[in-house]
């Protein structure tokens, strides 16, 4: 069953609970005060996000070692991947439950997800083998198809550590710019299930974080340079970008930082930055506890959710709370 939240008046906190949507109405105020508005971290999903759109997963550093190095040696037609039972798919299951995670914010049944109403396209984790399509099965029992776009991502192998010096702006421009180009081919070979243009989620984690973000920073340049998102007779748009973990530097590019900001107030796009207090690759603290660069939230083998999305919990291997650091 899946774990639903919504926001709604003064309650700021995420309670999942189990096959129930949450939904918090209004809170006590004194008369003179009124009743507080919905925040935009309450509205932007639904906003953003309809039936028929396609979620763009972007994985980061070493994402070929956790995901197509898995995938690609299968030998079902469509494979079958699940994090509760493959360790491997479960260390970067972030983009695939990041983006579960917005569809429940948005309140996009589960039936979409599993049925390819809304679509799932994976971008840069450096597959070779020939599959076009996996199966995700998600911590909450969902079987959602994964669509290959295909891509490299610059920092694809190997640790955070050793690829440091590839966090770099000159690689986020190369990783972007695949990026745009592969959603840009995939789209009108695969039509619209709605007949109107769609909007393109990112959800990404990681080097994949800065590469999303770079897209959607320079979305403008990126698309002069090659020509628009043509899609069901108009053009698709990105009206949200979820990036999580994302490096605290790199190398002549600067970032927005954590937080909801809209960067274009014509077309209302929206970068979302999520960092855990005691992820260290955000800090560059790299001596610190690796299982705080994980958003994916367990407490043991039970899902709490996706952090800054769905819950506000963390745990640092499977224990609740923050990641103990020197």
């Known amino acids: 069953m899946a774990r639903r939240l919504l926001f709604v008046?003064?309650?700021?906190?995420?309670?999942?609970?189990?096959?129930?949507?949450?939904?918090?109405?209004?809170?006590?105020?004194?008369?003179?005060?009124?009743?507080?508005?919905?925040?935009?971290?309450?509205?932007?999903?639904?906003?953003?996000?309809?039936?028929?759109?396609?979620?763009?997963?972007?994985?980061?550093?070493?994402?070929?070692?956790?995901?197509?190095?898995?995938?690609?040696?299968?030998?079902?037609?469509?494979?079958?991947?699940?994090?509760?039972?493959?360790?491997?798919?479960?260390?970067?299951?972030?983009?695939?439950?990041?983006?579960?995670?917005?569809?429940?914010?948005?309140?996009?049944?589960?039936?979409?997800?599993?049925?390819?109403?809304?679509?799932?396209?994976?971008?840069?984790?450096?597959?070779?083998?020939?599959?076009?399509?996996?199966?995700y099965v998600s911590y909450e029992g969902l079987r959602v198809p994964i669509n290959i776009l295909g891509g490299a991502n610059t920092c694809t192998h190997g640790s955070v550590s050793a690829n440091l010096l590839n966090y770099s702006g000159a690689n986020a421009l190369i990783d972007a710019t695949d990026m745009y180009k592969r959603i840009q081919a995939w789209l009108p070979a695969h039509p619209s299930v709605t007949g109107q243009p769609r909007n393109i989620i990112l959800d990404s984690h990681s080097w994949?974080?800065?590469?999303?973000?770079?897209?959607?920073?320079?979305?403008?340049?990126?698309?002069?340079?090659?020509?628009?998102?043509?899609?069901?007779?108009?053009?698709?748009?990105?009206?949200?970008?979820?990036?999580?973990?994302?490096?605290?530097?790199?190398?002549?590019?600067?970032?927005?930082?954590?937080?909801?900001?809209?960067?274009?107030?014509v077309v209302k796009n929206a970068l979302y930055e999520v960092d855990r207090p005691d992820d260290p690759v955000h800090s560059l603290q790299l001596q610190n506890n690796g299982d705080g660069h994980q958003y994916t939230i367990l407490f043991g083998s039970d899902f709490q959710g996706s952090y800054g999305v769905t819950t506000e919990e963390m745990s640092c291997g499977g224990v609740p709370g923050e990641c103990v650091n020197p």
């Open 9 to 135: 008046g003064c309650m700021r906190k995420f309670v999942p609970l189990l096959g129930l949507t949450a939904v918090f109405a209004g809170c006590a105020t004194d008369a003179d005060q009124g009743t507080e508005l919905p925040q935009p971290i309450d509205t932007i999903w639904a906003a953003s996000i309809r039936l028929g759109d396609m979620f763009v997963l972007v994985p980061g550093t070493g994402s070929y070692d956790y995901i197509a190095k898995v995938i690609d040696p299968m030998t079902d037609k469509v494979p079958v991947v699940d994090p509760r039972t493959n360790k491997s798919i479960a260390g970067d299951s972030i983009v695939f439950e990041q983006a579960i995670a917005s569809a429940h914010r948005a309140g996009i049944p589960d039936s979409a997800l599993e049925d390819g109403t809304m679509q799932f396209g994976l971008w840069g984790a450096g597959f070779t083998g020939t599959h076009e399509q996996f199966i």
């Open 208 to 265: 994949g974080g800065a590469d999303a973000e770079y897209l959607t920073l320079e979305f403008a340049k990126i698309a002069a340079a090659n020509g628009p998102w043509t899609d069901a007779g108009g053009v698709a748009q990105l009206p949200l970008t979820v990036a999580m973990g994302v490096p605290g530097f790199v190398i002549g590019y600067s970032f927005q930082g954590p937080g909801l900001k809209y960067l274009d107030p």
